[in-house]
């Protein structure tokens, strides 16, 4: 299990090297640590970390989401919940973990803050808090996914070089692929960060669908010799902006549901083969070949 200062100190000496080793640690892990990340604001990341976790839960996964939004939290708010800045609280240590987080079944929230005075003036290093509060927490959980802040911060980049795997949310926007390969350029330079998954919100057609996974694939292993795993994607819908979040995270029935948990369905299929592969000795390589 990690400890922040252990893995921060790692990162200032001895950087590269180390960075790979203690960012995936060479433990065996039981809980599954995603960021849904993107660079861009706006792009669909919190709606769909929200969502993976409520499909998670449902499947029968203990699921944990963490707003890492310091202090523009925007998970509660899509959940119809109160914002009542508690996150303080568990800082100064005047509540526990549990006392702090939403709990829905299978599905758990921290939420962050919004607009906090004590969270602006504290200037808190919130990557190592968040990952604190992960090492103490994560074998409680089969799933825990960090609603990513926009830009290319610290928070943003040591949270995703410190998860598992990375969900970038890319819209057919030139800008948000932009930023996503930014992201991923400083993650792969910095941090060795190799692999990837993408996923396509808000494509208008198959077409435009494939041709935002193929050049954003194409572009980062051209250039930064990186491996990108195409999720797949969400359509644009057509819902209002003020009752997005209730259609969004209520529907079940569409076919864009069916294909988003279908393609939550494939990635998690691979990863239990993956581990078996791992188990059994056998290389990743025979993996792949197994897998297409
Ligand atoms: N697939 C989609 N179709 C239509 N609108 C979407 C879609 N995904 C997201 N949106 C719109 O984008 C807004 C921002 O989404 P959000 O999840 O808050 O983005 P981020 O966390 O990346 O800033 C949503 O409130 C919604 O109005
Ligand atoms: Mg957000």
């Known amino acids: ?38 660079g861009k604001g706006g792009v669909g990341k919190t709606s769909i970390a929200l969502k993976m976790a409520q499909e998670f839960a449902k499947s029968g996964a203990k699921t944990l989401v963490i707003d890492c939004d310091s202090n523009l939290s925007n998970t509660a708010i899509k959940l119809g919940l109160p914002l009542d800045n508690k996150f303080e609280k568990l800082l100064s240590g005047d509540v526990s973990f549990e006392e702090c987080i939403i709990q829905q079944g299978n599905f758990h929230l921290l939420p962050a803050c919004n607009g906090s005075i004590e969270i602006f003036e504290n200037k808190l290093n919130f990557d190592e808090i968040i990952i604190d509060i992960i090492s103490s927490h994560e074998h409680q959980y089969d799933y825990i996914l960090l609603d990513c802040p926009a830009g290319i911060g610290r928070d943003a980049l040591t949270l995703n070089a410190y998860c598992d795997h990375r969900f970038v949310i890319v819209t057919p926007d030139k800008s948000s692929i932009t930023d996503s390969y930014s992201l991923m350029k400083v993650l792969s330079q910095k941090f060795d960060i190799k692999e990837n998954h993408v996923l396509v919100n808000m494509y208008q057609n198959e077409k435009q669908l494939q041709k935002v996974a193929m050049t954003l694939s194409e572009t980062v292993e051209n250039f930064l010799g990186c491996r990108t795993h195409i999720l797949g994607g969400i359509q644009k819908l057509d819902v209002s902006a003020e009752g997005f979040d209730t259609f969004f995270l209520s529907e079940t029935k569409s076919e864009w549901n069916k294909n988003f948990v279908k393609l939550l369905y494939g990635f998690t299929e691979k990863l239990v083969i993956q581990s078996a592969a791992r188990t059994s000795g056998r290389s990743q390589l025979a993996y792949e070949h197994d897998v297409h």
């Open 1 to 38: 299990m990690h400890k922040t200062s252990e893995w921060l100190l790692s990162f200032s000496a001895e950087q590269d090297a180390n960075l790979k080793h203690t960012v995936h640690g060479s433990g065996h892990k039981t809980c599954i640590k995603i960021s849904v990340t993107g």
